[in-house]
């Protein structure tokens, strides 16, 4: 069995819709803290296919599924091979973090080949 690929988690952006929270709020009042934007811009984690100690789990569930993909070896359509450009759902303060396969000597796989080659 084939041990996951570890990925780098980095917080790459923060943003506020304040335009979003005067026209579809009431009763609450919202800022640009808490939840993600507690984490500063360049904040990195390590994943191993696992939550991240430390991580919110409300955007881990929004981004674990492409770090099990990259964790996993495959890539997304469109993007540079092992890397994604990801964020939480939040709508009114969406916080964007970019994943990265870390290739590591233990996670070589190996070459695949064609048995009905001679």
Not at 11 to 34: C, M, R, S
Not at 38 to 48: L, M, R, V
Not at 88 to 96: A, I, L, N
Request: hydrophobic content about 30%; charged content about 20%.
């Amino acid at each position: 069995m084939l041990t996951p690929y570890q990925v780098r988690i980095t917080v790459i952006k923060k943003t506020f819709n304040q335009e979003l929270v005067d026209a579809y709020t009431e009763g609450v009042e919202w800022k640009p803290e808490g939840c993600c934007h507690s984490y500063p811009i360049g904040h990195t984690f390590i994943s191993d296919g696992h939550i991240p100690p430390g991580f919110s789990d409300w955007a881990w569930a929004d981004i674990q599924k492409y770090v099990m993909v990259l964790a996993r070896g495959g890539n997304m359509l469109g993007t540079r091979p092992g890397t994604f450009v990801t964020n939480c759902t939040d709508g009114f303060r969406p916080v964007f973090f970019l994943l990265e396969r870390l290739d590591s000597p233990e996670n070589e796989r190996p070459q695949e080949t064609d048995p009905h080659e001679n």
